[in-house]
């Protein structure tokens, strides 16, 4: 298949899009000249998305041209090189690209000007002389990342899953942003190298198809590639000019009709997708050895005297490129790194060009005015009608604004790709990405704090588990001292009750285990919490098992009866409370609920019989059994509940404080910088310092009277830590003191008394023990709120 | 150089702000205000000159009371809108006073109560139109015959409220179709029913709005959903009936050219607030607001019923935009009513 003579491409059309003013031919006229070399080469050791790369070279270190001066850290990660020789005059925070604003970890490169290589390993052989799949970590190490969009490190997305094959590959060259000629005159200038990257990258993935889709606007482009492509198999595809055509889901749409599902990757319906601008530098990376250091940057706007587009070293400052390309200073209303729908407006032109930087538009105040006043929202529709993701997006925008995040993630929230579409349109100049944006963030952050409270609920809870237990041990043991020289009575009948107790557990196990397995069969999330579920309701029978065996061995009183009655009676009600909440989930997440619904329905029967014997129990025995166990345990719990939600707003709240903070740490080195630079928005930068300052304080104060009412709480209940502390001292010196009184015992040889003393010792330890922890976990629970 | 941070996207089309859209929309009455002034007289015109000052002064009271920017907020020419639309919904006979009570419930209470521009669950101007034809009945249904038109001065002293209005009045071809249903004799011989091609003087009334809808269409200030669905639904209903029964029912083409069909379809229902957002919404909104209106108008106790079934659909509306959302990129199916 011949696709440079073969017809047309059936395309997809998908959804809404816009037809923006393009604006290209401002940078596209003139052909790609060399960017100057810079004084200074600025690195940030994050220019790729994942985790940032490590330095290998130290301050004052000669480096050559493509040395590796970081290394990447993790796998989805990449290296840096140097993009010319020269010496390390630092490592540290500079600013950098991120929208945020914020200083990053960079190297910074004064080069020498001899441009002197280090040693390469070029490999023009690639075809023949390795397996496709050695090619990718030498990708790696050259350190490609996609250049047009995120920054993804190209190696992960050419080992896709075996589940996965690749059916096409996609080469992005569609460049919709207006203002961006970047990819036009790579395609312009060397369509052979980026066929011969495309051709790489097919002996890697080897898909049945290779699709190249470019926009209708760009027809010396075109007939460069099918040029390029003739004879080659690779099929140059034109699609129609559209806002967003060059968006990675709606390209691979148009050219091959699958959608990327949501939330996915576009190898889950068998397609790769790579930029033009990658491929060049992947065949840079294998043919020649040579690492990832420069690219064509668009430089464009009306307050270029020279627009056009560079081959620029990485690290370049955008100020060097701006005088270079005759920037009128005064004129510029605009700073953006990308283009005018997508980019983000820069704060200071010392930030260095990076993989992504495919543009910097240095537009006048008449090219890209500034932001209209918001009007209210009515309703047109002219937002949802431009949509590529076939979203609503006046709805997201009514419940964003209204931080009604369920409501919006219903609205599919997380499916807007920013494209800006709809803000492009809306008469009532909504800045609706900034609402998503901000939206999202919310929904992302909840997300994390969810997980974290889950694992934090069920570390307490297990703590919670662990105490009770022992406090129900140690209740035991003292009634057994007590009544240690009575008789026991009746003790067949509590043998009973304890076995039925041990058969619900069991019974509870069991059906915990089924709703387990129910769940894993359904792919359920909820896995993991069920199967904690599990293990404790296997310990809880495994513990009423050794009571049954126990109790069989050594007929104890009647009193030791009813406090195991009422553990199992705590567990069986315990256990219903989470197959409801099982259930509760389940029926959320939609799945079919009959099977734990009966289940619940068992439990339930089970709770109440245990319930029904303790309440049988209680009065036969209640002479013998004080009912303060089970009085004193259930006020503790709650208590304990409280703190719980109280530790968790003092979280909320040390958050809402270390955020402010960092905002106004951020922003006061924001001030110092325009300070240096003589920026002349001081007075409103000042304010804003101000503003974050007055929000962390406010924090501050909140999180402070949280903790004292805390505090209060605490000596208000006896629990304070001083109080605990004694009460520790005190159960620690009981203990001791027992253990003197055995020793003499021992001396002077009274059996009797050594077995009583002994058994005592026992319960004084394990009170000291338990007091202990209290202390431990109040001093843990205290620190949290002082730190 | 000046270093603003604002976020993406930083072009945003040109000459596009709501006050446009709304401007849009006035000035595609224009055809219908010529016809019902050719056909009415001045009433038309009188009607207009009260209602959009006092909606002006209406919204800014509210807007000030509110603490807005008042200018800032009138510029979205959203009262005028308003105005416009319920001065040529009333007669052309009314008294200023009616007017300016019909304005005052439009804006004060069914638009700014709610919260404002964006915020009122139903199309003020219907609300206004429903509060005075429900509060002055007599007022709201005299309308002039068609052609023949009172003179200036005539209509002047209506608007004062100084004169005969009786004497100017007659029945519109709905009501006297509703009062002679079944009798086809007589519809056959009422000279009202029978215009060029559908009733009399109403049809020209009709044509002219849809004239001013389709320039709206054109320009894209609204979306054909709505009006088409509204008139195929009102035609779809009324045809086998018609055809069951011609003596009783009137024909889709009457429906389709007498009273406020089509300024209802292409200037009512349409208004975006109010009305249905999502695509399919918007489809089952119009047909049943067609439906609604044959059905009011059929069997109902007022003659025209665009106000009442716009109205009525107002209040359906969010619930149809919950089970219409459309499916989303990468979405095996659309979340429709979708529970939490
Ligand atoms: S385009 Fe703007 S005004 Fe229109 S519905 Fe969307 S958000 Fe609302
Ligand atoms: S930014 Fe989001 S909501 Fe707006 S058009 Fe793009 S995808 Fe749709």
Redesign the interface.
């Known amino acids: 298949m011949n696709a440079s003579i073969g017809k047309p491409r059936l395309l997809f059309d998908?959804?809404g899009g816009?037809h923006?003013?393009q604006n290209k031919t401002l940078s596209n006229q003139r052909p790609i000249r060399p960017a100057p070399l810079p004084a200074q080469l600025i690195l940030p050791l994050n220019m790729h998305l994942g985790a940032p790369a490590k330095p290998v070279v130290q301050v004052g270190d000669e480096v050559l041209k493509g040395q590796k001066i970081a290394e990447a850290q993790g796998a989805v990660s990449l290296p840096v090189h140097a993009p010319t020789s020269g010496k390390v005059v630092a490592i540290g925070p500079r600013p950098i690209q991120h929208?945020s604003?914020l200083d990053a970890p960079c190297i910074v490169i004064e080069p020498d000007g001899r441009e002197q290589w280090c040693e390469l390993h070029p490999l023009p052989d690639w075809r023949t002389c390795c397996p496709p799949s050695a090619l990718i970590p030498r990708l790696r190490e050259a350190g490609v990342a996609g250049m047009g969009g995120a920054g993804f490190p190209s190696a992960v997305k050419l080992s896709p899953r075996a589940e996965h094959p690749i059916e096409q590959l996609v080469i992005n060259a569609v460049e919709c942003e207006?203002y961006i000629t970047a990819d036009d005159m790579l395609m312009r200038e060397r369509a052979d190298q980026i066929i011969a990257g495309v051709e790489i990258l097919r002996h890697i993935l080897n898909p049945k198809e290779v699709i190249v889709g470019i926009e209708d606007n760009k027809p010396q482009a075109i007939e460069a590639m099918r040029r390029a492509a003739t004879g080659s198999g690779i099929e140059i595809a034109v699609v129609p000019t559209k806002y967003p055509s060059g968006g990675e889901?709606q390209l691979i749409?148009m050219l091959t009709g699958k959608?990327?599902?949501?939330?996915?990757i576009p190898a889950q319906v068998g397609v790769v997708c790579h930029n033009t601008g990658t491929a060049l530098a992947i065949h840079r990376a294998i043919v020649f050895g040579e690492p990832l250091i420069s690219r064509v940057t668009t430089l464009t706007g009306k307050a270029l005297r020279e627009p056009g587009n560079m081959e620029v070293l990485l690290g370049t400052p955008v100020s060097a490129l701006l005088d270079a390309a005759g920037a009128d200073?005064?004129r510029?209303?605009?700073?953006?790194m990308?283009g005018?729908?997508?980019?983000?407006?820069?704060?200071?032109?010392a930030i260095p060009v990076v993989k992504t930087t495919n543009c910097i538009?240095a537009?006048t105040?008449e090219e890209?005015p500034?932001?209209?006043?918001e009007?209210?929202?009515?309703?047109?529709?002219s937002c949802?009608?431009v949509c590529?993701?076939?979203?609503?997006p006046?709805?997201l925008f009514w419940y964003s604004k209204n931080q009604d995040l369920?409501r919006a993630q219903?609205?599919?929230l997380m499916?807007c790709i920013?494209c800006?579409?709809c803000?492009?349109?809306?008469?009532?100049?909504i800045?609706l990405?900034?609402y998503y944006?901000f939206a999202k963030g919310e929904v992302r952050k909840e997300m994390a704090e969810q997980q974290k409270a889950d694992r934090a609920r069920q570390r307490f809870e297990a703590r919670q588990d662990r105490l009770a237990k022992e406090q129900a041990e140690k209740e035991a043991r003292r009634k057994a001292r007590l009544e240690g020289s009575k008789p026991a009575a009746a003790s067949g009948v509590d043998v009973a009750a304890l076995k039925a107790a041990s058969l619900e557990a069991s019974a509870a196990y069991k059906a915990a285990v089924k709703a387990l397995k129910a769940a894993e069969a359904e792919g359920s999330d909820q896995v993991a919490a069920l199967a904690s579920d599990v293990e404790q309701l296997k310990a809880k029978a495994d513990a009423a098992k050794a009571a049954v065996r126990d109790a069989g061995n050594a007929p104890a009183a009647p009193v030791v009866d009813v406090a195991a009655l009422k553990a199992a009676s705590l567990e069986a009600s315990a256990a219903y409370k989470a197959a409801v909440k099982a259930l509760k989930e389940a029926e959320?997440a939609g799945q079919d609920v009959t099977a734990l619904r009966t289940e619940a329905d068992a439990l339930k029967a089970k709770a109440d019989a245990a319930k029904a014997a303790v309440r049988d129990a209680g009065p036969a025995t209640a002479k013998a059994a004080p009912v303060q166990p089970a009085t004193a345990e259930q006020p503790a719990a709650e208590k304990a509940d409280d703190g719980a939600e109280r530790a968790q707003k003092m979280k909320a709240l040390k958050t809402a404080f270390n955020m402010s903070h960092k905002h106004f740490k951020e922003a006061t080195a924001a001030l110092e910088h325009a300070e240096r630079e003589g920026?002349?928005?001081l007075e409103e930068l000042r304010k804003q310092v101000e503003r974050f300052k007055l929000k962390a304080d406010k924090a501050k104060a909140a999180l402070g009277l949280l903790v004292d009412q805390a505090k209060a709480d605490m000596r208000a209940s006896g629990s304070d830590l001083k109080s605990l502390k004694i009460e520790a001292a005190q159960t620690e010196a009981a203990a001791r003191q027992k253990a003197r009184e055995l020793e003499a015992a021992r001396v002077k040889g009274d059996d009797e008394r050594i077995n009583v003393l002994s058994r005592e010792l026992d319960a004084l330890q394990r009170e000291a023990q338990v007091a202990a922890g209290a202390l431990k976990a109040a001093t843990d629970e205290q620190g949290l709120a002082d730190a | 150089?000046?270093?603003?941070?604002?976020?993406?996207?930083?072009?945003?089309?040109s000459g596009?702000?709501?006050g446009?859209?709304m401007r849009q929309v006035v000035y595609a009455t224009i055809p219908g205000i010529v016809v019902m002034t050719w056909l009415f007289g001045w009433g038309t015109l009188f009607n207009l000159m009260i209602a959009i000052p006092a909606a002006l002064l209406a919204e800014a009271a509210v807007l000030k009371a509110r603490g807005y920017n008042v200018r800032?907020a009138l510029r979205?020419w959203?009262a005028v809108v308003t105005a416009v639309l319920l001065a040529l919904a009333i007669p052309p006979t009314s008294p200023w006073w009616l007017i300016v009570i019909g304005i005052i419930a439009a804006i004060v209470v069914a638009k700014q109560l709610y919260g404002?521009?964006?915020?009122n669950p139903f199309n003020p101007a219907m609300v206004g139109y429903v509060v005075l034809l429900i509060s002055f009945p007599l007022e709201m249904t005299r309308w002039i015959g068609p052609h023949e038109a009172p003179s200036w001065f005539d209509s002047f002293r209506m608007v004062l409220a100084s004169a005969n209005v009786d004497a100017f009045t007659g029945a519109t071809p709905l009501d006297s179709f509703r009062t002679w249903a079944g009798n086809a004799e007589q519809l056959q011989a009422l000279p009202i029913l029978h215009g060029e091609f559908a009733s009399l003087g109403w049809e020209w009334v009709n044509i002219a709005f849809l004239i001013g809808g389709l320039y709206l269409l054109a320009r894209k200030i609204i979306?054909w959903h709505i009006p088409v669905a509204m008139l195929a639904g009102m035609a779809l209903i009324a045809l086998p009936f018609w055809l069951f029964d011609d003596a009783r029912y009137a024909s889709p083409l009457f429906h389709l050219f007498s009273g406020a069909a089509m300024f209802g379809a292409f200037f009512i229902a349409t208004d975006?607030?109010s009305?249905a957002?999502?695509?399919y919404g918007?489809l089952i909104y119009g047909a049943l607001i067609g439906v609604l209106v044959w059905i009011i108008r059929s069997h109902g106790g007022y003659p025209d019923a665009v106000a009442f079934a716009v109205l009525l659909m107002n209040l359906a509306a969010p619930t149809i935009?919950y089970y219409t959302?459309?499916?989303?990129?990468?979405?095996h199916r659309a979340?429709r009513g979708?529970t939490?």
């Open positions: 998908f959804h816009i923006p003013p929208p604003g207006p889901k749409y959608e990327v599902p949501s939330g996915g200073m005064n510029i209303g605009r700073l953006v990308g005018p729908m997508m980019g983000f407006t820069l704060h200071s032109s538009l537009a105040a890209l500034p932001p209209a006043t009007q209210p929202c009515i309703r047109c529709g949802a009608d590529p993701a076939d979203l609503l006046q709805q369920e219903q609205y599919n499916d920013e800006g579409a803000a492009y349109v809306c008469p009532s100049h800045p990405v900034q944006r959320a920026a002349d928005n | 150089m000046s270093l603003i941070t604002v976020t993406s996207p930083h072009a945003t089309r596009n702000h709501t446009a859209f800032f979205d959203s404002g521009l964006g915020m979306s975006p607030v009305a957002t999502s695509r918007r935009d959302q459309p499916r989303t990129y990468g979405h979340k979708a939490r």
